[in-house]
């Protein structure tokens, strides 16, 4: 079966970090771009970043840049995982983050519309 599982949520406070973990089951997730979406409360899902298969990152373009500077995307070979980041968390970002392996992470930068079957996600919530 083929799946990504979202993990690593939580509450944290204001300035805190957390580390979101996707890991992938029934293939092999370093073929694949992987994109990291967030949906808020009342709120559209959106784009927050990507990594490609060759390891860069890159950052949806409607992200704040203060946003890329605190969040960063990594690769776990062995473990068949892509993580997340988050330093310096604000309010602003709690929300359900998703992972999704996607054609190119161009479609995340340029907020395309994305298909795909998505996860059960895992909740972020920041606050003091």
């Known amino acids: 079966q083929v799946h990504l599982v979202e993990s690593g949520g939580g509450l944290v406070q204001p300035g805190g970090s957390l580390t979101l973990s996707c890991a992938a089951s029934g293939f092999t997730l370093d073929y694949y771009d992987v994109g990291w979406f967030r949906q808020a409360p009342r709120k559209e899902r959106e784009g927050v970043a990507c990594?490609?298969?060759?390891?860069?990152?890159?950052?949806?373009?409607s992200m704040k840049d203060s946003m890329k500077g605190r969040f960063t995307m990594s690769r776990d070979s062995a473990k068949n995982r892509v993580y997340l980041r988050m330093n310096n968390l604000e309010a602003e970002d709690t929300a359900a983050y998703y992972c999704?392996?996607?054609?190119?992470?161009?479609?995340?930068?340029?907020?395309?519309?994305?298909?795909?079957?998505w996860g059960q996600g895992t909740q972020v919530t920041v606050s003091s």
């Open positions: 999704l392996t996607l054609t190119n992470c161009r479609v995340l930068v340029e907020g395309a519309p994305v298909s795909g079957s």
């Open positions: 990594i490609s298969s060759d390891g860069q990152t890159y950052y949806a373009d």
